[in-house]
């Protein structure tokens, strides 16, 4: 096995090889007739660049043996890596959502012993304990670039509280015992190694593997390298599966979720104390139905499709050509072994120069794809294992959905599945209500978010909202005078303020009633009667709001404590009338264009405000 450090850990590990080689080891050895440790050798995978990125930080060049390679063969700056896709832009309503690239892996082979004697053992930890103590502040500090980018102050923010994790123990490793990785490594090691399982993706953090080998030749700074690179891979794993990828505002700011991310401290306390800390970070996934069962079809449809390339998926973007700057270029650089540009140290990684379109258009000549030189969609693909899997894109877009959703949604609750156009109320986490629904049109589309529905107001008056007043009424009013009263309309006088609202009755445009739930929104589920709607397939009609079908059949089940359709209709005439709930039930308006249904087939529905699309695009899975 081999040890796979990202290029910060592995910047680190070279630069304390190279400022303490053949010390660490000899503090606590009488004098030493063994042969000198050798260095560590690098090894570099065939789709990896051939040059070693190593830490920012300055380091004197010290030569080391036929077999190593020397930090400076490389470029700094590569620990610019977040686990976040962010707005491009500072506005949270920016639909368009941009990836901080994942640079390519390196690996580093290194050797540890099979059962060292337990002074052995005890010296080993002393020295590693060192070494972290040393490496920690140097990785806290690391310049991670702009830090005005939210996915870098993110990043940043992750690096401290793993910095002060390791600082409040001590700098104890947490992975390591006398003979290796400890159970607990290896637990988590087998979930990270199945990260894919999850549609998460690690290349960013890679899982570090250790060899046996003869303790007296063992490295103190790469194994605290390596134990810092695990802990790295162990955080990454926890925030990608609790919803960290995306910020959900880059997708629209009707989308008011928030993700309940995994504090990095937490998980690697809890994961440290476990008995089972591979269990531990699966656990950090959605726990619901619903998200399982996108996953198993997730793994069908792979089946299916047969063994994945093993080649890095190049992120989608703009076309590329010879002067342009990209991050993905680091990828396509890794892809075919190429070093470096020579533009500037800061920027050559990500430069499009004309040794890169060489390479691309040999690729594109071998495989069939005009040899233009340019980094098109259809190169992508190829580069990356051939054309996506769109239905596979489609399950890892709503999966990453479900991680914006409560953790726990409550036994008792109501579901809205927006592209669905469906309502489901559940009582001890089974369906006893279902019915259609209409909801907003894709210009005024229904917004996701989570609350409590608190009463039912029976006989509304309904508000007219200010959009819609000055989009629609004034313009009548100003053709016609009377258009107001016409069409019972009344104009209330309040605090200086004018509004418009109807009054209660059939031609009401919430119907006999409306279930609240007081939102920032301001939408609600209310009765229309406009009734033939429902039975049309695509049901996106409304400003908003969700419209139900057998509005007082729900009212029966969410009132309940003897409440019946029949009472609640003797309700109707005359004014409003409050009723409150016994107690607030979870609401969810959630998205969903494919999910699962309890016959266990597929569902696929129409991405009506394309926020799937948005997701698949800023997760580089689709053009």
Not at 514 to 519: A, G, Q, S, T, Y
């Amino acid at each position: 096995m081999v040890l796979r450090l990202t290029p910060l850990a592995t910047g680190v590990a070279l630069t304390f090889a190279l400022m303490q080689a053949g010390s660490a080891l000899a503090q606590d050895a009488a004098p030493d007739t063994r042969e000198a440790p050798p260095a560590f050798t690098v090894v570099l995978p065939p789709e990896a660049p051939a040059e070693i990125l190593a830490d920012s930080a300055p380091q004197e060049a010290t030569s080391l043996s036929a077999q190593s390679v020397s930090p400076d063969s490389g470029n700094a700056g590569p620990d610019q890596v977040a686990d976040t896709i962010v707005p491009k832009s500072s506005d949270a309503a920016a639909d368009a959502a941009v990836i901080v690239p994942m640079p390519p892996e390196v690996a580093v082979e290194l050797t540890l012993p099979q059962s060292p004697q337990p002074e052995v053992a005890q010296s080993i930890g002393r020295q590693v304990q060192m070494a972290l103590a040393e490496a920690i502040p140097v990785f806290a500090a690391a310049d991670i670039g702009n830090v005005r980018l939210p996915a870098i102050q993110a990043q940043r923010r992750v690096r401290e509280a793993i910095a002060s994790f390791y600082t409040d123990r001590g700098f104890e490793p947490v992975w390591l015992d006398g003979s290796g990785w400890s159970n607990n490594a290896k637990s988590v090691i087998a979930r990270l190694e199945r990260a894919s399982d999850d549609a998460l993706d690690l290349l960013a953090t890679p899982v570090p593997a250790l060899r046996g080998g003869d303790p007296a030749k063992l490295s103190a700074q790469d194994l605290a390298a390596a134990d810092l690179a695990l802990s790295q891979a162990v955080v990454a794993y926890a925030r990608q599966a609790s919803g960290a990828r995306i910020d959900p505002r880059s997708v629209s700011s009707l989308i008011t979720m928030r993700p309940e991310i995994s504090d990095p401290v937490k998980v690697l306390t809890d994961a440290a104390m476990s008995s089972d800390a591979g269990a531990l970070l699966a656990a950090q996934n959605p726990s619901h139905r619903g998200y399982k069962a996108l996953r198993d079809k997730l793994a069908e449809v792979r089946r299916e499709k047969g063994p994945a390339p093993a080649i890095s998926r190049i992120p989608a973007g703009p076309v590329l050509k010879v002067g342009m700057k990209d991050e993905r270029v680091r990828l396509i650089r890794a892809r075919f072994g190429l070093d470096g540009s020579a533009a500037s140290a800061e920027t050559q990684d990500i430069v499009y120069d004309t040794r890169v379109a060489e390479a691309v258009a040999g690729f594109q000549k071998e495989n069939g794809i005009p040899a233009s030189g340019a980094l098109t969609a259809r190169t992508i693909a190829a580069l990356s294992g051939g054309q996506p899997n769109r239905l596979e894109d489609e399950i890892v877009a709503n999966m990453e959905l479900w991680r914006w959703m409560p953790r726990d949604m409550g036994e008792d609750r109501i579901e809205v599945n927006i592209p669905d156009y469906t309502v489901r109320v559940f009582r001890n986490d089974r369906v006893v209500h279902e019915a259609r629904v209409i909801v907003g049109k894709p210009v005024t589309p229904t917004p996701v978010f989570s609350d409590s529905m608190r009463f039912l107001i029976v006989n509304p008056y309904w508000n007219v909202p200010p959009s819609i007043l000055k989009k629609e009424m004034l313009p009548k009013m100003a053709a016609d005078p009377t258009y107001i009263q016409r069409m019972g309309y009344e104009v209330v006088r309040r605090n200086g303020q004018i509004s418009v609202r109807q009054p209660p009755g059939e031609r009401n445009a919430l119907g006999w009633i409306k279930f609240m739930f007081p939102n920032d929104h301001s939408v609600y589920l209310h009765d229309t009667p406009s009734r033939g709607l429902f039975n049309t397939k695509k049901r996106a009609y409304s400003h908003g709001c969700v419209r139900v079908d057998q509005p007082f059949a729900l009212a029966e089940i969410v009132l309940g404590d003897g409440w019946t359709e029949d009472r609640v209709k003797r309700l109707k005439g005359g004014g409003e009338r409050t009723v409150k709930m016994p107690k607030p039930l979870p609401i969810h308006l959630g998205y969903f264009p494919a999910f699962v249904d309890d016959q266990g087939k597929l569902q696929l529905r129409e991405d009506i405000y394309g926020h799937s699309r948005k997701i698949k695009a800023a997760l580089g899975l689709t053009g």
